[in-house]
């Protein structure tokens, strides 16, 4: 048997060497999920197992390896999937009451392409409610604790796909990114997440939250790993128009090309006030690591970083006010009982399933675009937009990626912010930049605190140029 | 104070949702706190700057055309189940809180 932390790699090669088995695989992850989160502090990682259709992937893989049939990428590797990814017959609740009862009659196509590649989906994962939030506090159903530390939050909105692979309970995940939700909870529990360029992977069947910033990317233990997955998931899918017509690289392959020569940006923005000092060293510390390498570090400007926050909830909100129109409690979501009118039934049914911090989102969103402040909030915030694009398309003009910390601060405690909408709001000040330009990042470990807290590394890059921030990341894992 | 709790509950209506008192108070407090923070905004000039509705915008669009018909590497056909086949009735109607085999049910709509 091959014990963790495993790799897809390592899983593949053992499987196809019939050193194990898909099978043994699945069991052994389900008994870990299992032991887990029978503890007293469990994590909370998962909302849904779905053991019949793992069992099936697991077999198909494993009468492969018995035919000696060469191992699609994925073979055999157990995944988390976020639940705001539909997945046929397997309840789908984005972690909203609105959802609870929900089954959906058809496969996300990110969730479709990796079990096509030999994934064993293993289950759902908690996250906040509709994917809003940055600690998974926002979950209907209950908090993740971060395996790290048990009294910290996992981040979100991922937190449970994050947390299930910081804690060995799958090899890999699926999240979602709309204002940094697969980059600050990878960083908060000590994994990778890739957030891939807007248009890269497929977003159909994904329950839309903001349509003009979602985004699906893997959380993975290693830099390789989110390169298999990206290879997977990316490419033009006819069912979003929004995915992009454009070759998939082999972004393994561009793992093994040398970082030596690129030119990385610092942008003074992202080291401003509110950064933890403990963070701010490590971060300091990664770029001289990425010197000794052969990088050539450059100083760059971000001048609109400080107009981001403010600008994110409002095309955020605005999107998820319309986006979450369709929870009406007539064909798949929650409906109040005891209504006399279709109105009343609207508005009972809304009102009972969706959580605070959703219904704040839905009200500001729905004021930023109402007659009288439509120009003031929504459209100004579109043209602020436009110059953090523009912010970003300078700067790259002068460098090949450009290094971050990925959140200011370390993981913060259960509760610590949860009674304050604008400081959690500022957890995300430095991944929603790269949501609103469009442009792919990823953060990876790159230390701990003293109090041996993980600390994440964001790096970020120019449009559909995944495979330049996946070498530098390979480059830095290797090294450190 | 820019949001009063009028505006709350007009804006509640738009939205659909009911909100008890409660909720509407912490509404007013909530809203004004991020609007406060977000009339940072204000203090650039955008005079010239072009709204940015969609990222695509900045990619992969044709700009020899014009409206509408830059975006046409995003349009299909239009064929019945052209990209995959429909969900059958009984599919549509599974997850649905009310319904008689052939419709949603719902409330009656008109009032007499």
Do not use: W
């Amino acid at each position: 048997m091959i014990q963790p932390p495993l790799t897809i790699d390592a899983v593949r090669c053992a499987i196809q060497e019939r050193k194990t088995t898909a099978l043994a695989l699945m069991e052994d992850h389900y008994e870990r999920i299992e032991k887990i989160e029978k503890e007293d502090e469990a994590i909370g990682a998962f909302l849904t197992v779905c053991r019949e259709r793992a069992l099936e992937a697991a077999d198909r893989i494993d009468r492969m390896a018995a035919e000696g049939k060469p191992l699609p990428p994925l073979a055999g590797v157990p995944v988390a999937i976020k639940d705001v990814m539909s997945t046929r017959g397997v309840r789908t609740t984005a972690a909203s009451k609105s959802l609870e009862h929900y089954i959906p009659p058809f496969d996300c196509t990110a969730v479709a392409r990796i079990e096509a590649a030999g994934a064993v989906v293993l289950g759902k994962t908690n996250c906040d409610e509709f994917a809003m939030g940055s600690s998974n506090e926002n979950s209907a159903f209950r908090p993740v604790r971060n395996p790290r530390a048990l009294d910290r939050v996992p981040g979100g909105s991922s937190g449970g796909s994050a947390a299930a692979v910081s804690a060995d309970m799958a090899v890999a995940a699926l999240g979602s990114d709309t204002g940094g939700s697969i980059r600050q909870p990878a960083s908060f529990c000590g994994v990778v997440g890739l957030m891939p360029t807007y248009g890269r992977v497929s977003r159909y069947g994904l329950i839309a939250f903001a349509s003009s910033l979602d985004h699906i990317g893997p959380i993975t233990k290693t830099v390789k790993d989110a390169a298999r997955v990206l290879g997977v998931i990316a490419g033009r899918d006819a069912m979003d128009s929004t995915s992009a017509d454009l070759p998939v690289p082999n972004y393994v392959a561009e793992l093994e090309k040398s970082a030596r020569g690129l030119k990385l940006g610092v942008a003074k923005e992202y080291f401003g006030e509110g950064l933890d000092p403990e963070v701010r060293h490590a971060v300091e510390s990664a770029i001289d690591k990425l010197k000794s390498l052969g990088c050539e570090v450059v100083p760059v400007s971000l001048p609109h970083t400080p107009y981001a926050i403010p600008t994110y909830y409002i095309i955020a909100t605005a999107e998820a006010s319309s986006n979450l129109a369709r929870y009406d409690g007539v064909r798949y979501s929650y409906r109040a009982r005891g209504v006399r009118s279709l109105s009343e039934m609207y508005r009972r049914s809304r009102d009972e399933s969706f959580g605070a911090e959703v219904k704040r989102r839905i009200m500001l969103g729905t004021y930023a675009l109402s007659a009288g402040y439509y120009d003031a909030y929504y459209l100004k915030a579109q043209k602020v937009r436009s110059l953090l694009a523009r912010d970003f398309e300078d700067a790259f003009r002068k460098v090949d990626a450009i290094i971050t910390p990925t959140s200011p601060t370390p993981a913060f405690r259960l509760g610590e912010k949860s009674n304050d909408p604008l400081a959690m709001y500022l957890a995300d000040i430095y991944t929603v930049t790269a949501d609103l330009a469009g442009i792919p990042g990823i953060s990876i470990p790159c230390g701990e605190t003293r109090d041996k807290l993980p600390i994440g590394l964001q790096i970020l890059g120019r449009h559909f140029d995944e495979a330049t921030i996946l070498r530098v990341a390979h480059a830095y894992e290797q090294a450190a | 104070m820019k949001v009063t709790e009028k505006d709350v509950v007009y804006v509640a209506d738009l939205a659909n949702l009911e909100l008890t008192p409660e909720e509407r108070a912490g509404m007013v407090r909530d809203l004004n706190s991020i609007l406060e923070y977000v009339d940072r905004l204000n203090a650039l000039d955008t005079t010239n700057v072009e709204p940015m509705a969609q990222i695509p915008e900045r990619f992969g669009v044709d700009e020899s055309r014009q409206g509408s018909e830059r975006f046409l590497y995003a349009t299909r056909d239009d064929v019945v189940e052209g990209l995959r086949k429909s969900l059958s009735q009984e599919e549509a109607l599974e997850n649905a809180p009310d319904a008689d085999g052939t419709f949603f049910r719902v409330p009656k709509v008109i009032e007499r």
